[in-house]
């Protein structure tokens, strides 16, 4: 089975505060995302990756960075959080094969709540 | 714009009461439509892949169908385990990303 690992469940952090979410994936997977999951509004894609050190812009990716140094592993940073990026912020990894028909695969995600 | 709209947002069914789920989407070249189940406080669990309009896939009490503007998620003699929202998404590129719907929150009971 896929395995996609968030490193936290819950986060809380200040108003400023520079904050790092981690994601593992342990299933070779070539491409990783970055959604925030919010009541009424769905999942929303922030950022992903198709490749090492490679990241596309998803649709809502203004105060948020992405890092991808290794293929494993996918970080999600909130540059200077606000109150406005609480939310629950879930992982997910995929591989391109099948001409793009293969499924995402989701961690448990993180709950972060900014005060 | 692509869209994706799931309706009814809650529904509330007796144990053994069927129903049916609908996902209505707009995208330019559908890949696929897929359907997950998600439990409070966890990741959303992959349910289905359909790729063209007639196909159907069934997994327990659930069945999933495909027409060229909506899906349907049909859950048969549900019972309280089924409990769950239920997302619906479409691909339409290359890149593997998935365009979600705000889900529909079922809860079964006893």
């Known amino acids: 089975d896929v395995k996609v690992t968030q490193s936290s469940r819950y986060l809380v952090k200040r108003t400023g505060e520079k904050v790092f979410l981690e994601c593992v994936q342990d299933?070779?997977?070539?491409?990783m995302f970055w959604y925030r999951q919010d009541p009424g509004l769905g999942l929303r894609l922030i950022y992903f990756?198709?490749?090492?050190?490679?990241?596309e812009k998803g649709d809502i990716p203004e105060g948020y960075s992405v890092s991808r140094e290794k293929k494993e592993r996918f970080s999600l940073i909130l540059e200077s959080a606000s109150t406005n990026q609480t939310s629950m912020y879930l992982c997910?990894?995929?591989?391109?094969?099948?001409?793009?028909?293969?499924?995402?695969?989701f961690g448990n995600g993180t709950r972060l709540t900014v005060t | 714009e692509d869209q994706v709209t799931q309706s009814p947002e809650a529904l509330r069914l007796q144990e053994g009461e069927s129903s049916s789920l609908n996902c209505s989407y707009t995208v330019s070249g559908l890949r696929g439509l897929f359907w997950y189940r998600q439990d409070p406080g966890k990741g959303p669990e992959f349910l289905f892949t359909l790729y063209s309009a007639g196909e159907e896939k069934e997994k327990e009490r659930l069945k999933a169908t495909l027409t060229k503007k909506e899906s349907f998620l049909h859950i048969t003699a549900p019972k309280p385990e089924d409990s769950a929202t239920y997302l619906c998404a479409v691909r339409a590129d290359s890149w593997g990303k998935l365009q979600f719907g705000a889900g529909t929150q079922v809860v079964v009971t006893p």
């Open positions: 299933m070779d997977h070539e491409n």
């Open positions: 997910a990894s995929s591989s391109p094969s099948g001409h793009g028909r293969s499924p995402l695969h």
């Open positions: 990756s198709y490749d090492v050190k490679m990241k």
